[in-house]
């Protein structure tokens, strides 16, 4: 008996401080809200005359009382950084906000616009692609991303012609005067080989490029010096680039794939009607009809096809696949073995520039629009002319002027080029309208879905 009067005793005593101290902490608790709501009054008052620089620490000294609205007022205060230019401090508290998982719409849209202003477009479009994960209907974040992603610069230059460059050596372009070729920097200001040539070709993504000069054909590096030399040029008629080990001759007799070394034949398996670059190991050849040729020299697929068109870089393939001419007249999309991928066919297509870049192809009418590596129409037929995706942009033609829409068909360069052509690492060569080349450089350039 004594025992169970001594544990309710316990009980009693042990309610009583619990009591008490859920008493004490709610005393506490509402204190601390008090104190908080009175400092935000405070700060709300402040940013209501617009007196940012004496709200922000008011706001900052809220946050150092815990409550549930901590949220909230970090909220307040990242408006007001954004009100008051602070934009260091909005990029370091919306970043936070952002891990959290705490980001809206707006936070998106003006950390990226902070991160655009100091040139740090990475970060910019970055965010912008994070938000429209979020918020993928969000036409506000769309339109910032079109607006930002696609900011560029026009470099004119002083020659009629550029052709295009990919890969590791994208800062080096072939540029023609008139009379002579020469290498220019993706800005097109300067001379970065200090030759001129009678024939330049891009540079291929292993570093090389052929020219010629005094009747000799040679493979150069990107720093100019001189790789290897034809013996003799009189069969080589012309040069269409370097891809792999090889250099793409045209020589008295047919196409054929050289040594890049030494430019000696391959062997009879790499001579043909026309011949293609390599990607992936894979190029189109052609013998009457076309086929698929592996960089062993082995054939893929036979002599089958009635057309395999070729992209800006000189390749057929981008990735696995490439557009192939069937017996039906029609275009459509096949893969490395010349299987066809794609169910709907094309009366006209141009090659991919890209894999899973979005491909142009052309319907009846003669008009050109773009499907998907499905097949499927996403870009109706509506204009005179284009070129496929790449680096989430391709050039269109419209009654003669040339200018690049984005994948959802909105125009974001509009500056009526006169000739336009596909961009690769952020580059695209472009002819003006008063006939000189010029490139066009993305300041942003990323893996864009197009």
């Not at 009379?179 to 040539?197: A, L, N, S, V």
């Not at 290897?228 to 793409?248: E, K, P, W």
């Amino acid at each position: 008996m004594k025992k169970s009067k001594l544990l309710l005793c316990i009980i009693l005593v042990v309610l009583v401080v619990l009591g008490w101290g859920m008493g004490v902490y709610t005393f506490l608790n509402i204190k601390e809200v008090d104190a908080q709501n009175e400092l935000v009054s405070e700060a709300d008052t402040f940013v209501s005359k617009e007196l940012y620089i004496r709200a922000i620490p008011v706001y900052k000294e809220a946050l150092t009382h815990k409550t549930d609205s901590n949220t909230e007022i970090e909220r307040k205060l990242l408006k007001c950084y954004y009100n008051f230019g602070d934009g260091q401090s909005y990029s370091d508290l919306a970043v936070d906000l952002e891990k959290r998982g705490l980001a809206d719409e707006d936070l998106y849209v003006n950390l990226a616009e902070i991160y655009m202003e100091s040139n740090d477009y990475a970060n910019g479009v970055k965010y912008l692609e994070k938000g429209l994960t979020s918020y993928p209907d969000s036409d506000r974040l769309r339109k910032a991303y079109d607006s930002s992603a696609f900011l560029y610069e026009v470099n004119q230059t002083s020659y009629s012609s550029i052709l295009p460059s990919s890969g590791v050596t994208a800062s080096l372009y072939p540029a023609f005067d008139g009379t002579k070729w020469t290498y220019i920097g993706r800005y097109g200001w300067k001379e970065e080989i200090d030759e001129q040539f009678n024939k330049a070709t891009p540079f291929s993504d292993n570093g090389f490029a052929a020219v010629e000069t005094d009747g000799k054909y040679y493979i150069i590096n990107t720093d100019g010096d001189r790789y290897s030399v034809s013996d003799s040029a009189s069969h080589i008629s012309d040069v269409l680039g370097v891809s792999d080990d090889f250099v793409l001759v045209k020589t008295d007799k047919d196409y054929a794939y050289y040594w890049l070394d030494d430019w000696k034949s391959t062997g009879e398996q790499f001579m043909f009607d026309m011949v293609t670059a390599y990607n992936g190991g894979f190029a189109a050849v052609k013998k009457g009809k076309w086929g698929i040729n592996k960089n062993t020299g082995e054939q893929v697929l036979d002599y089958t096809l009635n057309d395999i068109p070729v992209n800006s870089l000189g390749a057929a393939f981008a990735g696995d696949g490439a557009m192939a001419q069937f017996d039906d007249g029609l275009y459509y999309l096949i893969n490395t073995t010349g299987t066809r991928i794609s169910d709907k066919g094309y009366r006209g297509a141009k090659a991919p520039e890209e894999e899973s870049g979005m491909i142009a192809v052309q319907d009846e009418s003669g008009k050109w629009g773009f499907m998907d590596w499905n097949g499927d129409l996403r870009i109706p037929c509506q204009y005179d002319d284009a070129y496929s995706f790449s680096d989430g942009l391709a050039a269109v033609c419209e009654a003669g002027s040339w200018n690049y829409i984005a994948s959802d068909g909105v125009k974001v360069i509009d500056d009526d080029f006169h000739n336009g052509a596909p961009f690769h690492m952020g580059i695209a060569p472009v002819v003006l309208q008063d006939d000189t080349a010029a490139l066009v450089s993305l300041n942003y350039c990323s893996e864009r879905d197009g």
